[in-house]
């Protein structure tokens, strides 16, 4: 219905940063046979800058997105425009660089910045897959209704439970009382568990079966695998979002590092003039 | 207070009897003792101003308008309920007016030019004058069972709090009903009993809460259940299986109201028509017609505390025979300042003279329109209002003249409007954009009376709808249907419409009926639905300004689709042959319907092989977006659910979002969040006090700061979007929350969160309502929007997306 980040306002955003690539690349090619490449030339200098300016223009970004109401373009824009320029970073940092890598601050500037990056690009992969990820394995349900489904199935099992031996009773209490939707963020981003307590009694019921009671064993069982089936939805639910918290998390805290750097990388290379 | 009475009554002739103590009643009362005056004020409860008592526990009390002065012998001002109370008990004290509790009066009936009350306990009461200030909370439902009136059964909640580890059963499936066991239902165990098969009245909200509820367990409901009898400590149920005894604590019936009319018509006061909301009519003394009989406050139409208090003391001295500027006097003359000084009875009878709608008024009902009306004194050429904007006030010229530009192409073509001419009931009927645009063509005085007042008119005073009817339906058949067609060529056709109202869902002609007829659409809009293969299939929606069933009249076969109303819904039914007529006289307008026709058909078609789209459609109309001007959806196969657009509402309003994005349905990829739709016909704002919701020019439905929280929009509004909610607490700025983490960060609603669960410790903040204003006071339009990173939200209008986007 409507267009992703990537394609928005016809690739308008792409189109700009690749005329900043193509420019960039152009006066490095054309500067190239005079000069060996480095920051310490004037192109180098310039390209420096720019890349400079690029990166903390990138991480206004995170300023922007909570100035709310003002502005005349929408966040969509400043994203869209994040992604590409981010992209573009890469090639003129490169550039910048003169692909001189060596074990020093700068390296560690030039690094850090290329995780942001990577990260982003992981990023966008993210936005983009994780709206239908989610919007399918919700089935049109919201995450408050599959939690209300299985606390009826819960109900209903426990009373039929409670009509069966021992043993069965047990085993359904034990998955009732304890089966827990990831607490930690391990268990969250692991977004399965097949060790459930719901999983464990579903078998429990499933090996006694012959035992007597078939019909309310059947119907238990029949209200254990769709209860797991829920809980398995859910756990995907949590993993997804949880997944998208924690690259932000990571996303942030890498390009406030790489902020960082890039003081230390100015700052040294003015000191040491 | 108590169950005190005052002395034994039944030889005494009263010269004036108050019927209510509400501050319209308690101030009459007030203001006869302080004269002198025999009287005796009658009250149903054991206390005074019931009304008033019922309200929320610490409800803070407005005293709106605040430009109008207090004219009573008690005093009023803004403040918690108790206070205003306390205040008002110990002045009817002070003031020694004889107070009569516990007298509901049942009849009052005039003999020998004395009126004789009857009271429930068989008591009556004498007076020559009678007032009735009894409000319009009218009589609660009562139990009719055997045992109704046990003392385990109540009507009223006030603190669902107070109960605690109770079995409490509450009667009635309507919004009170429901609202009350989900309260209860957190520290009781509650049981519901809804007498039909679901929960069909009550408000989206709503529904979703008592089904979970119901579903988790929290709530046990009784459906097809009817109370039969209640015992000491239980109550028995007449049920589809047979009786049931469900043992209970508490009983709660909340079993509707009946208003008041009916008392009061029983008093032989007419009211104009039958409409729901007609109002009896009263002489500019407050006197009905009948003579001694007096009628004030909300009864009257007054719905305001300062109103009503004002019009008691009024109404005294009017029985007195005295004169009495009243109250609004300094309003209506600040009012007509800019008319060069005339005094305001003689602008009255100017405006009287030369506006024909509002002549037949009487004198109360005019002065009341006028106050709420603006005047405008306009320059030649200035601009009354432009086509498009979303305005739905009504014109009338007092002097000069109006120009209104029916071609949008070409502002030449004007018809000019004459003195005593009204215009601008287009949008009013509509509720949608004006379709022309309005300029001065002299100097000239306009009044522009808002939509509320103007609807008030219209249902309460036959003639206004007649004269409003007449005129608007050949502007909007030469508007929609025949633009450029002659008012005298178009006379013949217009003389045989009829105007035809439907309600949500009802049948306007069915697929293969004989079409004899075409209908205009002027307010609400429709579907058009086809069958094919045993389905309906939804193939377009149909806002008002359009007309249809012409399809079948131009090709003289039988109805090709089934057209049903989306929402309430009027139309102007055109008879065949007339059209016809019409057409053959007019080759241009043939060939523009002719045209319509052929896209029409080819839509069709696209739309048979695209079923989808038309559940879209349907899915769309169900949550009212057809109601709507502009709608907020979320495209879910976008949206990260960050939730950056609730925080970018909240931050821009002042710590509370009026979005909430998880909640509301979804239907292939499209979420109707709860947010306003910002409806063409807002139900909000029909039964506002203050009328404190208004519609701005770009059609943004928004609630100013003379809202007194009330609550009944939020009731009223069917997709509960509105928030009762009091200031919220400080911010700190962006960088210190960032670097110190200080109070809530961008878009928390710690304070509105707070508010919403703990309710107690800002129960006696001042509470008003609020809702999405469509950000209109924010350059850029729609925060929500701005602020979504990845283009999910958008603002849309129905009318566009329903035809454009899923075609397209
Ligand atoms: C929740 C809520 C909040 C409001 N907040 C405000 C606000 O902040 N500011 C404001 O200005 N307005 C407010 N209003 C409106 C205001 O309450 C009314 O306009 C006002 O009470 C009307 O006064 P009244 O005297 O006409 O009638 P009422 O106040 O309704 O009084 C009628 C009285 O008559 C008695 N009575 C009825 N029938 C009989 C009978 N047959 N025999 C004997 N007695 C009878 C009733 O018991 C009652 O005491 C609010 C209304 C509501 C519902
Ligand atoms: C994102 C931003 C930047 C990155 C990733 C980056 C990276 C690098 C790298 C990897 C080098 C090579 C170091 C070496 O020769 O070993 C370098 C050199 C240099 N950079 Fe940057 N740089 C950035 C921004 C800047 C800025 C803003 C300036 C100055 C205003 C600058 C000035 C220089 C200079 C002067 C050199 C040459 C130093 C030397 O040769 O000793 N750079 N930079
Ligand atoms: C050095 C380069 C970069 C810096 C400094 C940077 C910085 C940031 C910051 C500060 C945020 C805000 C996060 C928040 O507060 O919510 C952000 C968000 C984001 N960035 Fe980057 N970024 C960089 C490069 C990139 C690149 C190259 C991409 C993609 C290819 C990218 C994709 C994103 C995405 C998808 C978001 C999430 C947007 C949102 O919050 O909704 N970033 N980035
Ligand atoms: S608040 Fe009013 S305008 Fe908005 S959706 Fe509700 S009724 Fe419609
Ligand atoms: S709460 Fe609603 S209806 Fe009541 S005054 Fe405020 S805006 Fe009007
Ligand atoms: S349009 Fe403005 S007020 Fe309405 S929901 Fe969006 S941000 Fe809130």
Known sequence: MRESILIYRNHLYLKLAALVSLVATTAYVWHTPFERPNGGTWLGYTLGVVAGGLMIWLAWFGVRKRKYGIGKLRLEDWLSAHVYMGLALAIVATLHAGFQLNWNVHSALYVLMMIVIISGIVGVYFYIRFPIMLTENRRGMTAEVMLTQITDLDREIRQLAMGLDDATNAAVLKASQETIVGTTLFSQLRGFDEDCETTQARRFVEDSEGSGESTSRRQLLTRLVRKEELLKRIRRDVQLRCLLKTWLICHVPFSVAALMALAVHVVTVFYYW | ?808
């Open chain 2, 1 to 808: 207070m108590g169950g005190f009475r005052g002395p034994a009554l039944s030889t005494e002739t009263y010269r004036i009897a108050i019927v209510g103590s509400g501050p319209g009643g308690l101030s009459a009362a007030a203001h006869a003792a302080k004269l002198g005056v025999s009287h005796v004020l009658l009250e149903r409860a054991d206390h005074l101003s019931d009304t008033i008592y019922k309200y929320q526990r610490g409800k803070f009390v407005m005293s709106t308008p605040d430009i109008l002065p207090l004219r009573s012998d008690v005093t009023f001002a803004a403040g918690k309920r108790e206070a205003i109370l306390g205040n008002w008990d110990r002045q009817i004290a002070e003031l020694k007016t004889n107070v009569r509790y516990k007298s509901d009066v049942v009849e009052i009936k005039k003999a020998e030019g004395v009126f004789n009350i009857r009271l429930a306990d068989g008591d009556t009461v004498q007076a020559e004058n009678v007032v009735l200030a009894i409000g319009l909370q009218g009589n609660l439902n009562k139990l009719t069972c055997p045992g109704g009136d046990l003392p385990l059964v109540q009507y009223q909640l006030d603190d669902p709090g107070e109960y605690e580890a109770e079995t409490i059963v509450v009667i009635g499936a309507g919004d009170a009903g429901v609202e009350n066991a989900v309260a209860l239902a957190k520290q009781n165990s509650v049981v519901i009993i809804n007498r039909e098969a679901e929960f069909a009245r009550v408000k989206q909200g709503n529904l979703t809460l008592i089904l979970n509820a119901i579903e988790k367990g929290d709530i046990q409901c009784y459906y097809n259940a009817e109370p039969a009898r209640v015992e000491p400590n239980a109550i028995i149920l007449n049920t589809a299986d047979g009786e049931a005894r469900v043992p209970c604590d508490r009983i709660i019936a909340r079993i509707g109201a009946s208003a008041p009319r009916k008392f009061v018509e029983s008093c032989g006061i007419k009211f104009p028509n039958a409409d729901r909301s007609a109002l009896p009519e009263v002489s500019s003394t407050y006197e009905s017609n009948v003579p001694g009989l007096y009628i004030v406050g909300a009864l009257g139409g007054y719905p305001l505390i300062k109103q009503a208090m004002n019009q008691g003391l009024e109404v005294v001295e009017y029985i007195l025979g005295n004169k009495l500027a009243p109250a609004d006097e300094p309003l209506l003359q600040r009012k007509f300042a800019g008319l060069g000084g005339a005094d305001v009875d003689a602008i009255i009878a100017e405006a009287r003279g030369a506006i024909p709608v509002f002549a037949s008024l009487n004198p109360l009902l005019l002065r009341e329109t006028l106050l709420e009306s603006d005047v405008h004194v306009l320059k030649k050429d200035a601009i009354v209002f432009k086509r498009n904007d979303y305005t739905s006030s009504f014109f009338t010229i007092m002097r000069g003249s109006v120009g209104i530009q029916i071609n949008a192409l070409d502002p030449s073509v004007v018809v000019t409007l004459p003195t005593g001419a009204f215009f601008g009931e287009m949008g009013l009927i509509s509720g949608r954009r004006r379709s022309a645009t309005a300029v001065a063509t002299s100097d000239c005085v306009l009044l522009e009376t808002p939509r509320r007042t103007m609807l008030k008119l219209i249902k309460s005073v036959d003639s206004v709808r007649r004269t409003l009817d007449q005129t608007a339906i050949m502007r909007q058949v030469q508007t929609h249907l025949a633009p450029g067609v002659s008012v005298a060529d178009l006379r013949p056709m217009v003389e045989t419409v009829e105007l035809k109202r439907y309600k949500p869902g009802d049948v306007i002609f069915n697929q293969g009926d004989k079409g004899d007829d075409m209908h205009l659409i002027r307010a609400g809009s429709c579907t058009v639905s086809m069958r094919v293969g045993g389905r309906d299939i939804v193939l377009s929606y149909v806002p008002s300004g359009n007309y249809i069933g012409e399809m079948a009249l131009l090709s003289d076969a039988p109805r090709s689709a089934t057209v049903k109303a989306a929402h309430a819904t009027e139309t102007i039914r055109i008879q065949g042959d007339a059209f016809k007529a019409l057409l053959d006289s007019q080759p241009a307008l043939k060939a523009k319907v002719e045209a319509k026709f052929r896209q029409r058909i080819m839509q069709n078609e696209q739309m048979q092989r695209r079923p989808e789209a038309g559940n879209i459609i349907q899915f769309l109309i169900e949550q009212g977006v057809g109601e709507g001007t502009d709608v907020l959806l979320i495209d879910e196969s976008l949206c990260v659910h960050c939730d950056n657009c609730e925080k970018a509402c909240a931050e821009t309003h002042k710590g509370i979002s009026r979005l909430d994005r998880e909640a509301g349905p979804s239907f292939a990829n499209i979420h109707v969040p709860t947010s306003c739709r910002h409806c063409e016909h807002p139900h909000c704002m029909s039964d506002c006090p203050p009328n404190a919701i208004h519609r701005a020019p770009d059609g943004e439905v928004f609630i100013d700061d003379s809202c007194i929280g009330c609550g009944n929009c939020e009731r009223n509004c069917p997709y509960g979007v509105i928030q009762l909610a009091s200031p919220p607490e400080e911010k700190f700025n962006l960088f210190s929350w960032l670097l110190f983490g200080k109070g809530p960060g961008p878009g928390e609603e710690m304070a509105y969160e707070e508010l919403k669960y703990a309710g107690k410790p800002h129960a006696d903040k001042q509470k008003r309502a609020v809702k999405c204003d469509m950000c209109k006071d924010i350059d850029g339009g729609a925060s929500c929007v701005r602020a979504c990173p990845t283009g999910a939200a958008m603002r849309v209008s129905p009318e566009e997306f329903m035809s454009v986007a899923l075609l397209g």
